[in-house]
């Protein structure tokens, strides 16, 4: 059974930063694609980035392009969202996410493990 749990969540002034973490068990954690998603009050859940499992290249959603970037590090079985430059707009529970290879990694049905997600709240 796969298990992530994120933590570096909080409280953050417009325009500071913040990075998340997102620990996971298992074994091959190097096989899954890993995403990042976040859910405002009253919103539906978002896509924000992803992470490739066999490219390690990065996708991003467009309001979050150029202030957000994702890393792993296998070795830790980790992976990190740093976000930068942060907006009111930016408030919400981050999830992160993992699947083996998912067609469509923008969409969070499409990913079968889930952290219990972190709260970022950004200040004006």
């Known amino acids: 059974q796969v298990q992530l749990v994120e933590s570096g969540g909080g409280l953050v002034q417009a325009g500071g930063s913040l990075r998340l973490s997102c620990a996971v068990s298992?074994?091959?954690?190097?096989?899954?694609?890993m995403g990042w998603f976040r859910q405002a009050p009253g919103k539906e859940r978002e896509f924000v980035g992803a992470?490739?499992?066999?490219?390690?290249?990065?996708h991003y959603a467009d309001s979050v392009k150029g202030r957000f970037d994702i890393s792993r590090d296998n070795a830790k079985n980790t992976v990190y969202l740093q976000m930068n430059s942060l907006k009111p707009e930016d408030t919400a529970v981050y999830f992160c996410a993992a699947e083996l290879g998912p067609l469509d990694y923008t969409r969070g049905a499409e990913y079968d493990y889930w952290g219990q997600g972190t709260q970022v709240t950004v200040s004006s």
């Open positions: 992470i490739l499992w066999s490219s390690s290249r990065q």
């Open positions: 298992g074994r091959t954690f190097s096989s899954y694609t």
